[in-house]
């Protein structure tokens, strides 16, 4: 008979992420930090890594989440890897021990690429919206003016839900 001992302390994931990113426009995230039993861990850090070097420091809120947004002005990778960490664990190994354990969380992204060099991207809303109701939403864009007939510089975005 065996009895499996799981001594991870906490449960980190990232939500709500994108698969890609589109250099020059920031990249929003989320990462969750939980209890084993899956109750939230508020007022907490979370270091987020980019290629093995630490980008920021983010504190969990009343729900275990920390928001992050991430500065893609300079990042020319086909593809990134983000790895979210909490603490390190303990370089301890004593036999018949079990040290506590804390699991990074990591996420793969690609860059996007479009033929014209243009893009649009709406920002999610993370709260319910209600029906009947005007809401001002934030989109990102960038636009290659030089394939524009004319060159006019207004360009019309109509969104319908």
């Given at each position: 008979?065996?009895?499996?001992?799981?001594?991870?302390?906490?449960?980190?994931?990232?939500?709500?992420?994108?698969?890609?990113?589109?250099?020059?426009?920031?990249?929003?995230?989320?990462?969750?930090?939980?209890?084993?039993?899956?109750?939230?861990?508020?007022?907490?850090?979370?270091?987020l890594?980019?290629?093995?070097?630490?980008?920021?420091n983010?504190?969990?809120?009343?729900?275990?989440?920390?928001?992050?947004?991430?500065?893609?002005?300079?990042?020319?990778?086909?593809n990134?890897?983000?790895?979210?960490t909490?603490?390190?664990?303990?370089?301890?190994?004593?036999?018949?021990?079990?040290?506590?354990?804390?699991p990074?969380?990591?996420?793969?992204?690609?860059?996007?690429?479009?033929?014209?060099?243009?893009?649009l991207?709406?920002?999610?809303?993370?709260?319910?919206l209600?029906c009947?109701?005007?809401?001002?939403?934030t989109?990102?864009?960038?636009?290659?003016?030089?394939?524009?007939?004319?060159?006019?510089?207004?360009?019309?975005?109509?969104?319908l839900?």
């Amino acid at each position: 008979m065996y009895i499996n001992i799981d001594s991870s302390m906490v449960k980190i994931r990232f939500e709500n992420m994108e698969t890609i990113y589109k250099q020059g426009l920031p990249y929003l995230g989320q990462i969750k930090l939980l209890h084993p039993d899956n109750s939230p861990i508020p007022n907490e850090v979370i270091q987020l890594h980019l290629k093995d070097k630490i980008v920021g420091n983010y504190t969990t809120d009343t729900n275990g989440i920390a928001q992050f947004s991430l500065d893609t002005s300079k990042l020319t990778y086909p593809n990134i890897t983000l790895k979210a960490t909490y603490k390190d664990n303990e370089n301890c190994n004593a036999r018949g021990w079990v040290l506590p354990r804390y699991p990074q969380a990591e996420y793969f992204v690609t860059r996007f690429y479009s033929r014209t060099n243009s893009f649009l991207k709406i920002v999610p809303e993370m709260e319910e919206l209600k029906c009947n109701q005007q809401k001002k939403v934030t989109v990102h864009y960038l636009l290659n003016t030089e394939d524009l007939e004319d060159k006019i510089y207004t360009v019309n975005f109509n969104y319908l839900v």
